[in-house]
């Protein structure tokens, strides 16, 4: 009975929370509840960190180097296709980089932005093959605690985001996001390829100097909020989330910097790998 009385009240909490969700993105995959995308995203982690590990174990691994590079190349041109929707959607068209609040208009820019929200929370959920590439090519100990919970929190965290603020300040990280992936996945592209693609990645060390950067202006941008006298973004909530998630990551990136470039130490391997794909993948 007081199962039944608690179950109910959730109910009607989660009734009265969804009041506020944005119309617009009503009919868009997955957006109906958050329940598919709590499927998806455990069947993932018990894939990655069970199942998976298991049904490899007495197989040999599978090399998948052209399948790995046409992923990699994929998620590049998606990114950079992302990067411009964004810009068009705001970022280059209006936004001010300070309190840019969600603009719940159907104008064609305001609809551009939803669409835009969506197809980068949906390619949260493609990003998770990079995990499933590193089980069935046997790389376990590349699955790491933190790489899990990066794939696990991103598309978690963002159906809300989408759910109810698809635009404005909070998409910010999203933009520079993608930017990186672009060349991220450029790097693993070419990995993939072959030795005879690794002359052209001398840049390489440069790739933990532009992941920190990237959580640098996340966090600094989104710390804005917090100094604004009357900023009237409509969620506040979520740029705790993103900050907290920034500077979460900025703090590992910069404990790996130190140890790697400063003590001239490398980190132990499962944090480094949870930091940082290693040139194989």
């Known amino acids: 009975m007081a199962f039944s009385n608690l179950t109910s009240k959730a109910a009607l909490i989660y009734g009265e929370w969804m009041k506020d969700a944005d119309p617009r993105v009503e009919g868009l995959p997955l957006m109906s509840s958050p329940v598919p995308q709590a499927v998806i995203i455990g069947a993932y982690i018990y894939f990655v960190t069970s199942l998976g590990p298991k049904l490899m174990e007495n197989r040999k691994p599978f090399e998948l180097r052209q399948t790995m590079a046409f992923y990699n190349f994929a998620v590049v041109a998606l990114s950079l296709y992302m990067t411009y929707e964004f810009l068009m959607s705001g970022w280059a068209t209006g936004y001010s980089f300070r309190c840019d609040i969600v603009d719940y208009s159907r ?35 590349q699955v790491s605690f933190l790489h899990v919970l990066h794939h696990s929190i991103m598309p978690w965290t963002w159906w809300f985001g989408v759910k109810f603020a698809p635009g404005g300040l909070g998409t910010f990280h999203a933009l520079v996001n993608c930017i990186v992936h672009v060349i991220m996945y450029t790097y693993y592209g070419l ?7 690794y002359k052209y990645l001398w840049w390489k060390k440069y790739m933990t100097s532009i992941q920190l950067v990237q959580f640098i202006i996340i966090t600094v ?11 009237q973004y409509q969620f506040p909530v979520f740029m705790f989330i993103i900050w907290a998630y920034g500077f979460m990551f900025l703090i590992l990136f910069l404990h790996f910097w130190y140890h790697a470039y400063t003590k001239g130490k490398r980190l132990p391997k499962a944090l480094k790998n949870g930091i940082n794909k ?3 993948q």
């Open 278 to 280: 290693s040139k194989d």
């Open 221 to 231: 941008h989104i710390g804005q909020i917090y100094f604004m006298d009357d900023c």
């Open 191 to 197: 990995c993939a390829l072959g030795p005879a693609y």
């Open 107 to 141: 104008s064609p820019t305001a609809l551009r932005m939803v669409q835009t929200c969506w197809l980068y929370y949906f390619s949260k959920f493609i990003e998770l093959l990079d995990t499933v590439f590193f089980v069935l090519r046997k790389k376990n100990s």
